[in-house]
């Protein structure tokens, strides 16, 4: 796959929370459950998306792990972001230094169109799409 592991469960786990209803939160263990995450790395990567700002973490009674805005202003790319995970165009698969588009390596135009599809999906698609969606199929 294309994007790490903790991406692809960051992606879920937001699919989850933007599932709840507005200002509902819900606790670490249950969104373990729902996103069918790993228990033990939810909290890391709940952490990475508290500090990105696109979660809202609460402790004690009540408390739990809800959105910090509405799901359809919280692009994919922004939680990427949070993961680390950077679109880099134009990065050569090879790593190359000397690859770039006047001097291509062998898969440069393959991997350059797989590289701006993944920008624009990233950009262009919010939380939004994931409603009413469960978690183990966004």
């Given amino acids: 796959m294309?994007?790490?592991?903790?991406?692809?469960?960051?992606?879920?786990?937001?699919?989850v929370l933007a599932n709840l209803a507005p200002r509902?939160?819900?606790r670490s263990r249950e969104l373990a459950e729902r996103a069918e995450l790993p228990a033990h790395y939810v909290s890391k990567v709940m952490r990475r998306l508290v500090v990105g700002g696109l979660?809202?973490?609460?402790?004690?009674?009540?408390?739990?792990?809800?959105?910090?805005?509405?799901?359809?202003?919280i692009e994919f790319q922004a939680i990427l972001h949070a993961m680390d995970?950077?679109?880099?165009?134009?990065?050569?698969?090879?790593?190359?230094?000397?690859?770039?588009?006047?001097n291509p390596c062998q898969?440069?135009?393959?991997?350059?169109?797989?590289?701006?599809?993944?920008?624009?999906w990233a950009t262009g698609t919010t939380l939004n799409c994931t409603r009413g969606v469960p978690a183990s199929q966004s």
């Fill in 85 to 102: 995970v950077e679109i880099e165009l134009g990065r050569c698969v090879f790593h190359y230094r000397a690859c770039d588009a006047r």
């Fill in 2 to 15: 294309i994007l790490p592991q903790t991406a692809i469960y960051a992606l879920r786990a937001m699919a």
């Fill in 55 to 73: 979660v809202e973490s609460q402790k004690g009674h009540g408390g739990g792990f809800k959105l910090s805005r509405a799901p359809d202003r």
């Fill in 107 to 120: 898969l440069h135009d393959a991997w350059a169109t797989l590289q701006e599809a993944l920008a624009r």
């Fill in 24 to 26: 509902e939160s819900i």
